[in-house]
């Protein structure tokens, strides 16, 4: 019982580094979803992805890649990190886009950036 | 522009204390209203749908409710493993968004 599964969990980079979060799920969901959560503002949607080979932008998009070549996984890309980026990641999964859809969420990835 | 509003951000009850929680929204066509717990280190955790004024969903001490600008999650009798922090969102029009609030941490405590 897998689900949605996140690596890495910790993550300490240096501002100018890059790195990439791994998402996969093994449910079989058509959408994807990559959030930050910060302090007091919630979750906010960076990037999302409707169906294998397809992504598109969310709320706060900017500083960020993503990239979805296989349907089970997306990849969430910092070219160049900066310190404004440091927050909780976290993928989420839905079967598909109908609405009442609910969300399945990964354990999320803690990012440092210095 | 849509957005979700959750209050308290903090509420601290003693076991066996009911009280609500809020969550206010305004958005373009409302698909779906949302609850989830998220516990500390974790991801959330789905508890509820409600898509129409005038729903009600209940699962062991909660339940939600729905009407036109706001939700509530009403919690009776808590007990210490309530404590979590619970999460509003709601679907637009446009299926593939949600827009998320705060949340409200809640604490009981024993």
């Known amino acids: 019982n897998a689900g949605v599964t996140q690596t890495p969990k910790f993550r300490v980079l240096k501002t100018g580094q890059s790195m990439t979060l791994l998402c996969a799920q093994d449910m079989n969901h058509e959408y994807m979803y990559w959030y930050r959560q910060d302090p007091g503002m919630g979750l906010r949607l960076i990037h999302y992805s409707v169906g294998e080979g397809t992504t598109a932008k969310g709320e706060v998009p900017d500083g960020y890649n993503v990239s979805r070549l296989k349907k089970q996984n997306f990849l969430l890309g910092l070219e160049s990190a900066a310190p404004s980026q440091t927050s909780v990641y976290f993928c989420?999964?839905?079967?598909?886009?109908?609405?009442?859809?609910?969300?399945?969420f990964g354990s999320g990835t803690q990012l440092s950036v210095l | 522009e849509d957005q979700v509003t959750q209050s308290p951000e903090a509420l601290r009850l003693q076991e066996g204390e009911s009280s609500s929680l809020n969550c206010s929204y305004t958005v373009s066509g409302l698909r779906g209203l949302f609850w989830y717990r998220q516990d500390p280190g974790k991801g959330p955790e789905f508890l509820f749908t409600l898509y129409s004024a005038g729903e009600e969903k209940e699962k062991e001490r909660l339940k939600a409710t729905l009407t036109k600008k706001e939700s509530f999650l009403h919690i009776t009798a808590p007990k210490p493993e309530d404590s979590a922090t619970y999460l509003c969102?709601?679907?637009?029009?446009?299926?593939?968004?949600?827009?998320f609030g705060s949340g409200t941490k809640l604490n009981v405590k024993p």
């Open positions: 969102a709601v679907q637009a029009y446009n299926f593939n968004k949600f827009y």
């Open positions: 989420a999964s839905a079967k598909s886009g109908t609405a009442n859809e609910k969300l399945f």
